[in-house]
């Protein structure tokens, strides 16, 4: 479920290609989009954006896809958020979603919690701090039966999981090189250094430094999300 066009998939659509996986898109910013059919889905992935969950009079396809995010949850799908993704898994499972303290954006570390790091999950995340790209400024209230997973500096609420079924991650665990720049491109421009906010230059270097850890992780994240019973 991809909402703008410059935040693709990032590392899951490597992931897949190398697993031998198909992907099939839902473009939100095309107006000619179709929602897949809940029977042909395996598992759902919800990716990021700029607008708000409570945005259904401008964006009229929110309502449809907390919908389907709902059905696919109550029907025992794999449910993957990103970013916005979570804010609409958040929403679609009646949690609130609503602005955080802080807006944070570009590289910083999240710590896991206890409960995250006993998750088989997480359990090849060995060496804190986890640095992860973080660009957002919503945030939301746990779901019912949901565990928190990872928390910020600026934003106590960064991943939560529902059993093994649904995993919702805050920060862009699927960053890659075009992901960074791409949204350094679009939406750098509105960015003012401050105490979670970096520089463009900034972002840069970091990236270079931290992106091949994240998808290493990103990757090993996914064989167990979505290949196995855990």
């Known amino acids: 479920m991809q909402h703008v066009a410059f935040e693709p998939c990032g590392t899951i659509a490597g992931w897949a290609q190398a697993n031998h996986h198909q992907l099939s898109y839902t473009y939100f ?20 954006g700029y607008m708000n969950v ?28 990103i970013s ?3 804010q609409l898994i958040a929403a679609a499972l009646g949690a609130a979603v609503y602005r955080n303290k802080e807006i944070e954006a570009g590289f910083f570390p999240v710590h896991f919690t206890a409960e995250a790091l006993a998750h088989p999950l997480f359990h090849h995340y060995k060496h804190p701090p986890y640095m992860q790209l973080h660009w957002h400024g919503d945030t939301f209230n746990l779901p019912e039966g949901a565990t928190l997973l990872a928390s910020s500096a600026a934003c106590r609420h960064q991943a ?22 791409n949204l350094l491109h679009f939406e750098g421009r509105h960015l ?19 992106l091949p850890s994240i998808k290493k992780n990103m990757y090993c994240l996914l064989d167990k999300f979505l290949t196995d019973d855990v």
């Open 29 to 48: 910013f095309n107006q000619q989009y179709q929602l897949p059919s809940l029977p042909d889905v395996d598992a759902l992935v919800v990716l990021g």
């Open 54 to 81: 409570a945005e259904e009079g401008k964006y009229t396809w929110l309502a449809p896809e907390k919908q389907l995010i709902q059905q696919a949850v109550a029907a025992g799908k794999k449910v993957l958020g």
């Open 84 to 86: 916005l993704g979570t």
């Open 160 to 181: 939560f999981a529902i059993g093994s079924q649904v995993l919702a991650l805050q920060y862009h665990a699927h960053a890659d090189e075009l992901l960074v720049s």
């Open 192 to 210: 003012q250094p401050a105490k979670q906010v970096q520089a463009r230059e900034v972002i840069q270097q970091q990236a270079q430094l931290h």
